[in-house]
C-alpha cells in the first residue's frame, strides 16, 4: 500500500503546486486589483528570480575557479614529481609580484570552526542584546542559525612594503571570500525572518605592525584596512529576498560597502591593539596624511561618439563629464555638452594617506538623461606622483575607452610651522582654480569625548551626536545613546582656505530631535600660534550646563608644494619664458619640444590562436552540445582591435596583428576579451591581460595566457615592443622583413614612426576686417589626422602641441598640414615628403618652414623625425646575413600602379607589398626575382614576387606580363597562384606575397614552378609563356627569405 501511495502523493504534490500559481490571479481579484497589478507583480517575481539565479551561477563559478586554480597547480605539482598528490603545494609555487602563503591558508582552514564558534557567540551575548535594546519593536530579535559554513577565507598572497620608519611593518593582503557562510534571524513579534546564505568579498587588505617593540609580544598594535573599495555580492534569504529584486539590489550592496566603508576603507581604519594602555593608540587609529594631491583636470581629446540619432544611423558626439577618486574621496566635474574634445581646467584636492597604495581613479561619462555611458578610466599609483613632485601628461583611457585625458598632477607636503605661510597664500592667489579656490593647509579634529552635558528631560538621558563646521562644509559624528557623558573617538579632516580667517564650529545636538546640547567657536589662528600647530585639551561648551566640556585634539598642517630634485627631469613641465625689460623676445630659430617628445613606443601586437574555448552554441534545446564562434577584442594604448569572427571552432587561428603607439605610463595593460558571436548578444569566452610595462621592459613577450572568468581556454599571443632608430640603415631590411611577416588578413605593418611637433606660426594672414584669425592646424598621413587646439586670436600663435602617426612606406608618404581658422578659411598649407627626411641627418628636421598661399611672410616653426622601427626578427636576419659581392643595381621606381582586387585560392592570397632590395642580377637574359621563406609561427610557405627582368618578346608589341606559381607535383586550383598583370613592359615589378598553408616537411618535398606569361588576346584568352622557372623547395633554405635573381628558361625546355 505504501508503494502505490507514493505516486498518488506525488500528483497531488504536483497539483497543488499548480494551484499556487492562481492564487496571486485569485487574491488580486478578491482585493479588488487590475490585471496591471498581476503582471507587476509577475514582472518583480521574474526580476527577482533572474537576479537570485545570476547570483548562485556567480558563486558557483568564483567556486570552482578557486577549486580549479589550486587543482591545475596541484596537477601541474604531481606531474613534475613533486610530491603534490597528498594535496600539498610545493613551497616555490608563487604568483607574480606576491609571495603565497599556504601556511595562512592551513591555519585559517584549522581555525575556521572556531572562529565561527567566536562569531556565534559574540553575535548571540554582544550583538543581539545591542540590538534589542536600541528599539522597542525589536525585543523579540534573534540569531536562530549562526554558520560559517565549511568554506574559509582564504589569503591569494602577500606582499610586503618597507615601512616609512624603522619601527613599522607593512603587509599587503590580497583575500578572497567565496562560502557558504548561513546566518538567519528572526523578530518573532512580527513573524519576521531574514539572512544571508552565500557572500563573496574580494579585496586588497593592508595590514600594519606598529609601533615594533623590544619586549613582549614585540609587536604594539595591529592597523588593518582596506586600501580601496572591496567587491562584494550577498546572496539574501527570507524577507530580505526582496533586496534581491532588480533596482534594490545594486542599492542594498551599495548601502553594506559604504557601511564597510566608514569602517575599514580609507581614511577610515581598525585598530587591534596588542598592548593595554597604548599610548599611540590615537595617533595609531587616526594619522595624520602623508600629503595632499592636487589634481588639475584640463582636457580630454579623440572621445567616443556614444550619441547617436535615427536608430544609430547618425553619429553625435557625447556630454562628457568626469569623476575622480582616492580611495573614499570623490569628486564630479562640470559636462561639457555636445564636444569629443572637452575642455574643463578645473582643480581638485586629495587627501593622500597611503603610498605607495592609493591610486587617482578618473572615470568618463557621457551625460545622458537615462544611464550614463561610460567613455573610458585611468588609474595612477599616487607614489608616482610622490616621486615626481610635479607630472602633467597626457594618459591613454583604458578598459573600453578611446582618447585620451590630460591631467597636471602636484603633491603637497605637510608643514608642521606656519613660517612659509605666506609664501603659500602668495602663489595660490595666482593660480586660478575652479570650482573652489585651492588650499593653504588642512586641519584634523580628533573628537574623543565629552562630559557634562545637560539632561533637558529628567530621568531621560541624552543621546549625543557631534557636527563639526569649517565654512560651508559641515561633518557629523556618530550617535551615542542614552549618556551625558558620551564618547565618540572619530576624527575628521578638513581643507583650509586661509587658516588665518577662519573658525571651527562645534554643534552638540540630542539626536533625533536635534535640541541644543552646547556649542564651540574656535578661530584657527590661535592654531597657528601653538606649538607644532597643534592644540589639546578640555574645551568648556557654551550655551550648556555648567560642567560642560568637549575633549578635542586640533592639528594643522600647511600645505607646501617642494619643487622637483635638483637636475631631475618633470614629465611634461616647461620651463617659463624668461621676461624682457628691453621689448619683445627674439624669435626662436628651434622648436622647443617636452623632453618626453619622441620617447613613444610602437606595441606590435599578434594575435595568433586560442585553445580549449568553451563550447556556447547549443542545439537541440541544449540536449546536443555545438561549439562556438570566436572572436576576439584587444585594448590597448587607448585603442581598441577587432579580430575576424572563427566559425564553428574551439581552437580558433586569427593570425592577426595590430600596431599601437604608446608611452611609458605607469598602470597601462594590454587587455584580451574573447566572445562567441551570436545573432542577438554574444556570449563571454573569458579574458586576460599583459601589463604594459612587462612588454616594454622585456622587448617581446611570446606566451600562452590562462583565460580568467571561465572554466577552460588559453590564448597564444605574441608583444614586441619596437623601439624608433634614427638611423635609415636598417630601413631596406625592415620593409623586406615586414612584407615575409606581413599578416594575410590585417593592415600593412609599420616600418617607421614619425613624430611631429607643433610650435608655432608666424605672420598668418588677417582675416576680413583686419582682425587676426584664432587658428588651429591639422595634420595627416594617408588616411590619419589630427587637429591642434584653437588659439586665441593672433597672427602668431602658439601650440605647443606634439602628435605621432605611424608609417608603412616612408619612401612614397608625406606629411600633409593645413593651417585654418575656427570658420575653416584655408592659412596656409604645407607638404613634407618623408623621403626628405630620410636624406637628413638624424632623420629629423627642426625649423621654420614656409606655408603655401598664406602671403609672403606665412611661416611654421616645427620639429619632424623619424624613427625607424627595428623588431627582433630584423636584428636577427641582419646578424645572420652573409655579404654577397657586388654592387646592388640601382633602379628607378615606377609610377604607383593602380590598385588590383585581391585574388583568392584555396589558402592562399595575393598582395601588393613595397619594394625589396635588390640583391645583384644576373648579367644578362631574362630573369625572375623571387623571396621564398617559411613562416614557423603560422606554418605557411611565402613566395613573395618582386620583379622581372629583359623579358622577350615574341610579337613586336610589348607584352602584359604576369607571373603563375604552382606548387608541383599537385597542380589543382588549391595549389596555384598568380599575379597582377602589368601592362606593356619588359622589366615589370610586382612585389606581390602569396601563401600556402602546410607543413615544413611537406613544403621541402614539393617543386614550386613560376612562368612568366603574357596574355594575346582578350576574346579568345590565349596566353604566351615568356619563360619559366622550376625551384626544388629542398634546395632552397626557406629560413633565410632572402630576395634571390633566378633565370627563367624556355617552357619548352622544361619537361
Not at 422 to 430: A, G, H
Not at 448 to 465: C, F, I, M, Q, T
Not at 623 to 632: C, E, F, H, Q, T
Not at 645 to 653: A, H, I, K, M, W
Request: charged share 30%; net charge neutral.
Amino acid at each position: 500500500m505504501e508503494r502505490r501511495s507514493g505516486p498518488g502523493l506525488a500528483l497531488l504534490g504536483a497539483l497543488g503546486r499548480r494551484l499556487l500559481w492562481a492564487l496571486p490571479a485569485y487574491a488580486a481579484g478578491l482585493l479588488g486589483l487590475g490585471a496591471g497589478a498581476v503582471v507587476l507583480a509577475l514582472a518583480l517575481y521574474a526580476g527577482w528570480r533572474r537576479r537570485r539565479r545570476a547570483r548562485e551561477r556567480g558563486m558557483r563559478a568564483a567556486e570552482r575557479l578557486q577549486r580549479d586554480e589550486e587543482a591545475a597547480v596541484r596537477a601541474a605539482a604531481a606531474a613534475a614529481g613533486l610530491g603534490a598528490a597528498r594535496g600539498e603545494l610545493p613551497a616555490w609555487v608563487s604568483f607574480p609580484d606576491v609571495e603565497r602563503a599556504e601556511w595562512l591558508n592551513k591555519v585559517l582552514a584549522q581555525a575556521w570552526p572556531f572562529l565561527g564558534q567566536f562569531l556565534e557567540k559574540l553575535l548571540q551575548e554582544s550583538v543581539a542584546p545591542a540590538i534589542r535594546a536600541s528599539s522597542a519593536h525589536l525585543q523579540t530579535f534573534t540569531f536562530t542559525r549562526v554558520d560559517v559554513g565549511q568554506k574559509p577565507l582564504r589569503v591569494l598572497g602577500v606582499r610586503a612594503h618597507p615601512g616609512t620608519h624603522n619601527k613599522q611593518i607593512l603587509l599587503d593582503l590580497n583575500i578572497s571570500y567565496v562560502g557558504d557562510v548561513q546566518i538567519d534571524v528572526e523578530v518573532k513579534k512580527f513573524f519576521c525572518k531574514a539572512g544571508v546564505k552565500g557572500m563573496q568579498l574580494h579585496g586588497m587588505l593592508r595590514v600594519i605592525l606598529e609601533p615594533l617593540l623590544g619586549e613582549a609580544p614585540i609587536v604594539g598594535a595591529l592597523t588593518m584596512f582596506f586600501i580601496r573599495r572591496p567587491t562584494l555580492d550577498i546572496n539574501w534569504t527570507g524577507m530580505t529576498n526582496l533586496l534581491d529584486i532588480p533596482g534594490l539590489s545594486s542599492m542594498s550592496d551599495t548601502l553594506i560597502m559604504d557601511s564597510i566603508a566608514s569602517y575599514l576603507v580609507l581614511p577610515n581604519r581598525l585598530l587591534v591593539p596588542l598592548l593595554p594602555d597604548l599610548p599611540e593608540a590615537a595617533r595609531l587609529r587616526w594619522p595624520l596624511p602623508r600629503g595632499v594631491v592636487r589634481v588639475t583636470l584640463v582636457a580630454a581629446r579623440a572621445l567616443r561618439c556614444k550619441d547617436r540619432f535615427m536608430g544609430g544611423l547618425v553619429e553625435g558626439r557625447s556630454d562628457p563629464y568626469a569623476v575622480l577618486r582616492v580611495g573614499t574621496q570623490a569628486a564630479t566635474s562640470r559636462v561639457i555638452g555636445d564636444n569629443n574634445d572637452p575642455r574643463w581646467d578645473e582643480v581638485y584636492e586629495f587627501m593622500v594617506h597611503e603610498v605607495p597604495g592609493q591610486e587617482l581613479e578618473v572615470e568618463l561619462f557621457d551625460k545622458d538623461p537615462d544611464k550614463d555611458d561610460l567613455l573610458g578610466r585611468m588609474k595612477l599609483d599616487l607614489g608616482e606622483v610622490l616621486k615626481a613632485r610635479v607630472m602633467e601628461e597626457w594618459f591613454p583611457l583604458q578598459e573600453g575607452g578611446q582618447g585620451r585625458l590630460h591631467l597636471r598632477l602636484e603633491w603637497l607636503s605637510l608643514l608642521s610651522d606656519a613660517s612659509k605661510l605666506d609664501q603659500v597664500l602668495e602663489r595660490n592667489r595666482t593660480i586660478v582654480a575652479k570650482p573652489d579656490p585651492p588650499s593653504a593647509a588642512i586641519l584634523v579634529v580628533y573628537l574623543d569625548r565629552a562630559e557634562g552635558l545637560p539632561v533637558r528631560k529628567p530621568g531621560k538621558e541624552p543621546n549625543p551626536v557631534v557636527q563639526v563646521s569649517v565654512q560651508d562644509v559641515t561633518r557629523e559624528s556618530k550617535v551615542v545613546c542614552n549618556t551625558s557623558a558620551p564618547v565618540w573617538e572619530d576624527a575628521f579632516r578638513f581643507f583650509l582656505h586661509d587658516p588665518r580667517n577662519q573658525d571651527v564650529d562645534f554643534q552638540v545636538k540630542d539626536d533625533p530631535r536635534q535640541a541644543p546640547l552646547g556649542s564651540l567657536s574656535l578661530p584657527l589662528s590661535r592654531l597657528l600660534q601653538s606649538p607644532s600647530l597643534s592644540l589639546a585639551e578640555p574645551f568648556p561648551l557654551q550655551r550648556s550646563g555648567p560642567g560642560a566640556r568637549l575633549h578635542l585634539q586640533l592639528v594643522l598642517r600647511v600645505l607646501f608644494p617642494e619643487p622637483p630634485e635638483p637636475g631631475e627631469a618633470t614629465p611634461g613641465q616647461v620651463e617659463p619664458p624668461k621676461s624682457d625689460i628691453e621689448g619683445p623676445p627674439p624669435r626662436p630659430s628651434r622648436a622647443s619640444p617636452d623632453p618626453r617628445f619622441g620617447t613613444e613606443r610602437v606595441l606590435r601586437i599578434h594575435l595568433l590562436e586560442a585553445e580549449d574555448l568553451v563550447a556556447k552554441d547549443q542545439r537541440l534545446g541544449g540536449l546536443v552540445r555545438g561549439r562556438s564562434d570566436p572572436y576576439a577584442k584587444v585594448r590597448a594604448g587607448g585603442r581598441s582591435f577587432r579580430s575576424r569572427v572563427v566559425r564553428e571552432e574551439l581552437n580558433p587561428r586569427w593570425n592577426e596583428s595590430y600596431e599601437v603607439i604608446v608611452d611609458d605610463v605607469p598602470g597601462q595593460d594590454v587587455e584580451f576579451e574573447l566572445f562567441d558571436k551570436d545573432i542577438d548578444k554574444d556570449d563571454f569566452l573569458g579574458r586576460c591581460k599583459v601589463p604594459l610595462r612587462r612588454v616594454l621592459s622585456g622587448r617581446v613577450v611570446d606566451e600562452w595566457l590562462p583565460l580568467q572568468d571561465v572554466r577552460s581556454g588559453r590564448l597564444h599571443v605574441r608583444l614586441e615592443s619596437l623601439e624608433p632608430r634614427g638611423s635609415p640603415a636598417l630601413l631596406e631590411r625592415v620593409l623586406h622583413t615586414n612584407s615575409l611577416l606581413q599578416p594575410a588578413r590585417g593592415e600593412e605593418l609599420s616600418a617607421a614612426l614619425l613624430c611631429v611637433f607643433l610650435d608655432r606660426a608666424a605672420e598668418l594672414p588677417l582675416r576680413k576686417g583686419s582682425k587676426p584669425p584664432a587658428a588651429l592646424a591639422s595634420l595627416a598621413v594617408r588616411d590619419v589626422s589630427f587637429k591642434t587646439k584653437t588659439c586665441a586670436p593672433s597672427t602668431e600663435p602658439v601650440w605647443d602641441e606634439g602628435f605621432s602617426f605611424l608609417i608603412k612606406r616612408p619612401h612614397a608618404e608625406s606629411l600633409e598640414l593645413q593651417v585654418k581658422d575656427e570658420g575653416g578659411q584655408a592659412l596656409g598649407t604645407f607638404s613634407l615628403p618623408l623621403a626628405q627626411l630620410l636624406a637628413q641627418e638624424g632623420l629629423a628636421m627642426d625649423g621654420w618652414v614656409p606655408l603655401a598661399g598664406g602671403g609672403a611672410g606665412a611661416q611654421l616653426l616645427l620639429r619632424a623625425q623619424l624613427g625607424v622601427l627595428v623588431s627582433q626578427q630584423v636584428e636577427e636576419r641582419a646578424a645572420s646575413r652573409v655579404p654577397e659581392g657586388g654592387d646592388t643595381e640601382p633602379r628607378e621606381e615606377e609610377e604607383e600602379k593602380g590598385d588590383e582586387d585581391e585574388e583568392r585560392g584555396a589558402g592562399g592570397l595575393r598582395q601588393r607589398l613595397p619594394p625589396a632590395d635588390s640583391r645583384p642580377e644576373p648579367p644578362q637574359g631574362p630573369r625572375v626575382q623571387l623571396s621564398l621563406w617559411y613562416h614557423q609561427e603560422q606554418r605557411k610557405l611565402v613566395a613573395i614576387v618582386h620583379a622581372c627582368r629583359e623579358l622577350r618578346a615574341a610579337a613586336k608589341e610589348l607584352p602584359d606580363p604576369y607571373v603563375s606559381l604552382v606548387l608541383l607535383p599537385d597542380r589543382s586550383r588549391g595549389t596555384k597562384r598568380k599575379t597582377g598583370v602589368q601592362k606593356r613592359t619588359l622589366n615589370p615589378d610586382f612585389n606581390e606575397r602569396f601563401e600556402w598553408e602546410l607543413p615544413l616537411e611537406e613544403a621541402a618535398r614539393r617543386r614550386l614552378e613560376a612562368t612568366v606569361k603574357s596574355t594575346v588576346s582578350f576574346v579568345t584568352r590565349e596566353k604566351e609563356a615568356l619563360g619559366k622557372l622550376q625551384l626544388d623547395l629542398a634546395q632552397v633554405d626557406l629560413s633565410e627569405g632572402e630576395p634571390r635573381w633566378y633565370e627563367l628558361q624556355d617552357e619548352r625546355s622544361i619537361p
